[in-house]
Every structure is written in structure tokens, then in C-alpha cells.
């Protein structure tokens, strides 16, 4: 399968504890995304990538949050000192380009934060 | 932001066609318009964009308002696996990122 792959699909974790999700992008894709997505809500941008460079950070939630692509290949989304609030699906995608492309999403990681 | 505008849930029988509507009187004119679907614990999927004219792929076709400030996702021939939650959406402020309402609910009925 040559999808968009994130690891772990499940996460429950104690308010306080720090978590990281990881994102496997489409091997081609140079663009990879993070979105966040509640409970009947859609998909809530938070930041993206060109290659390892990270070009939009403000829409992070808060400074507990942050991401890497240290070789432009796979990403990681780390969230220190979770608060329940943040329980929710974190997706990732990855495409080809900006605007004119396509994204390709994976199937999210659950959080859920006790 | 791009600001998308849908109905909450639309109904349809199976074996006919759907026609899904957007409001999206935000989306720049340089910027795409996209529409995915989601099943319940699953990510968006990818069914079609478009800039200006229409557009056709296997999975559907997309009708855009000749002032692009709205457009219609066509499924021709509705089946039980299309019901799903469908967005439209394009890039908001300048970010690369896709802005995403609460979307359309479509049920198909057998």
C-alpha cells in the first residue's frame, strides 16, 4: 500500500503527558500537512511542509504544539503537557504541490487524553 | 479564511443522481476548489477539484459557477457505499492548508 500512513492509529494518554504522532507521507509528495478534527467538526489546518521546511506555523494551537520533517520524508507532531481539550483526530496528508493539487489523507491517530 | 457554506444532510435513493451544493463566495480566484468525503474513523477522501470549468472524473463531476462563488459536486449514479460526509473547501489566508466546514451528511437510501 503506497498511501499516506500515521502511526499509532490510538493514543490514550494521562492530562500532562507529552505524546508524538508520526505521519508517512506518499513518497513522491514534497507537501505534508497536519490537521486536527473533532468530534463533528471537519478538518482543522494547523500546519504544513515543503520538503523539510516548515512554511505555516501560526495556525498551531498553542505552543505545546509542534512538528517536524527533519529529512523530508516522514513528519512527527508532538504535543507536551496534553490537556483534554486536546483529545481528537489528528490527520495528515501529503500531496504533490499547492493548490492545484490534491491532498491525500491518512487515517488519522486518536487521541484521547484522560 | 475560505468560508464554505453547505447544507447539514441531503437524502437520495440509490441508483440516482445527487447533486451537492457550496457556497464558497471567499475562495480566491487563483485558488482551487476541492471536495472530499469522509466515512466515520476514517480520513478525507479525495473526489475531485477544479479552478474554473467543469471537471469529470470516474468518481464524480464538479459544476462551477461561472462567478466561482458556488459549485456542485454531481455523483450521476448514487450508491449505498456514497454515503458520507462530503466537504468543500479550498485554501484559506494565504496558508497552503484547506479550510473545512461541517459538511454535507448525504444519505442514500436502498
Known amino acids: 500500500d503506497t498511501g499516506v500512513s500515521q502511526d499509532p492509529r490510538h493514543k490514550i494518554t494521562k492530562r500532562g503527558q507529552n505524546v508524538t504522532f508520526r505521519c508517512d507521507p506518499i513518497s513522491e509528495h514534497n507537501r505534508l500537512y497536519w490537521y486536527r478534527q473533532t468530534l463533528g467538526q471537519g478538518p482543522e489546518f494547523l500546519t504544513y511542509f515543503q520538503n523539510e521546511a516548515q512554511l505555516e506555523k501560526s495556525r498551531l494551537l498553542s505552543d505545546r504544539f509542534s512538528a517536524e520533517r527533519p529529512k523530508g520524508s516522514f513528519s512527527t507532531l508532538e504535543i507536551q503537557r496534553t490537556e483534554q481539550g486536546d483529545s481528537a483526530m489528528y490527520l495528515c496528508a501529503s500531496s504533490l504541490g499547492g493548490s492545484a493539487y490534491e491532498q491525500y489523507f491518512g487515517p488519522g491517530t486518536r487521541l484521547t487524553v484522560t | 479564511d475560505a468560508k464554505t457554506t453547505q447544507p447539514n444532510s441531503m437524502e437520495s435513493n440509490e441508483e440516482e443522481p445527487v447533486h451537492l451544493p457550496c457556497n464558497h463566495s471567499t475562495i480566491s480566484g487563483t485558488d482551487y476548489i476541492h471536495w472530499y468525503r469522509q466515512l466515520p474513523s476514517q480520513g478525507p477522501e479525495y473526489v475531485i477539484h477544479?479552478?474554473?470549468s467543469n471537471v469529470n472524473n470516474r468518481m464524480a463531476s464538479l459544476a462551477i459557477a461561472e462567478d466561482r462563488k458556488s459549485s456542485t459536486l454531481i455523483l450521476h449514479r448514487a450508491t449505498l457505499r456514497d454515503a458520507a460526509v462530503y466537504y468543500c473547501t479550498g485554501r484559506g489566508g494565504g496558508a497552503d492548508g484547506l479550510t473545512f466546514g461541517k459538511g454535507t451528511h448525504l444519505i442514500i437510501q436502498p
Open positions: 477544479g479552478l474554473t
